[in-house]
Nanobody, 122 residues
Framework: QLQASGGGLVQTGGSLRLSCAAS????????VGWFRQAPGKEREFVAS????????YYADPVKGRFTIPRDNAKNTVYLQMNNLKPEDTAVYYC?????????????????WGQGTQVTVSS
């Protein structure tokens, strides 16, 4: 099971840290990705890391503002979001990908958690 949490309402320029906690599987064997979906838009890739957290990918709109640290001892991956903008408003989802390699391709992820809402006010 994947549990995403940490969403909320924040002003432009603010920060939030999302958490993706896993249970029931060997979390350290999986890559983890964060995706988001805004109202009326397709789901899009945000960030991903490999099983160890040493290889990361970021979507261009979030580069330099978001990071994706992970703590395998706690079975948790985070999405640290800084300098938030109104266009970051979306439901954020985390997902795991088998075989450990990081990827921005959502069809490679086989297990998805429920989303957490992030709203950035202008």
């Amino acid at each position: 099971q994947l549990q995403a949490s940490g969403g909320g309402l924040v002003q432009t320029g603010g920060s939030l840290r999302l958490s993706c906690a896993a249970s029931g599987r060997t979390f350290s064997s999986y890559a983890v990705g964060w995706f988001r979906q805004a109202p009326g838009k397709e789901r899009e890739f945000v960030a991903s890391c490999n099983w160890s957290g040493t290889i990361t990918y970021y979507a261009d709109p979030v580069k330099g503002r978001f990071t994706i640290p992970r703590d395998n001892a706690k079975n948790t991956v985070y999405l640290q979001m800084n300098n938030l903008k109104p266009e970051d408003t979306a439901v954020y989802y985390c997902a795991t990908k088998p075989r450990g390699g990081s990827s921005p391709l959502d069809y490679l992820y086989d297990y998805w958690g429920q989303g957490t809402q992030v709203t950035v006010s202008s």
